[in-house]
């Protein structure tokens, strides 16, 4: 054989390690970040349609407007805005594969608990689905694990746990 041919074959031996050494750190960089992705930052990147099927069967179909540590808010066809809880959503259709940089130091408080205090603090009118039904009227106090809706018969305590979705009132 001749020496060039040998060192010709070394090198090739050479680069073909030096790509499968290169291809398994970019896979295991890809695990890594993928691994600190947060469903918020992947619904902020969304730029169409996102439906939320929600643990009573129910959707939420719409843009969305924010997203933020277990909330999301979306913008129905018909102009409603939702806010959807976190715990309440059981899958999603229509969220990207990329995501948008994450969230702030501010932005990551902003809480499903602000949101609504948000709301009442607003005294906007609005539809809070729950497990076992919807309840309207105003958000009037949103306390540590509940939230008061009142409406013309009195206030509803509504536990966090319970919330579906807060529809905005049209």
């Known amino acids: 054989m001749r020496w060039d041919d040998l060192f010709e074959d070394l090198e090739a031996q050479a680069d073909h390690g030096r790509r499968q050494d290169l291809a398994a750190e970019v896979a295991d960089r890809t695990a890594r970040e993928e691994a600190t992705v947060a469903l918020a930052d992947r619904l902020r990147a969304a730029t169409g349609e996102v439906t939320w099927v929600l643990h009573d069967g129910g959707t939420v179909t719409g843009t969305v407007l924010g997203a933020g540590p277990g909330w999301s808010l979306a913008r129905e066809r018909s102009g409603r805005q939702v806010l959807v809880p976190a715990h309440a959503v059981a899958f999603l259709r229509g969220v990207p594969a990329h995501s948008a940089a994450p969230a702030g130091p501010v932005a990551a408080r902003r809480t499903f608990l ?57």
Not at 149 to 155: F, I, L, M, N, R
Request: charged share 25%.
């Open 114 to 170: 602000m949101a609504v205090r948000a709301l009442a603090a607003a005294q906007e009118r609005v539809t809070v689905r729950t497990t076992a039904g919807a309840v309207s009227g105003t958000v009037r106090r949103v306390c540590a694990d509940h939230l008061d809706v009142e409406d013309g018969a009195g206030a509803r305590s509504i536990p966090f746990g319970a919330v579906l979705a807060v529809l905005e009132r049209v």
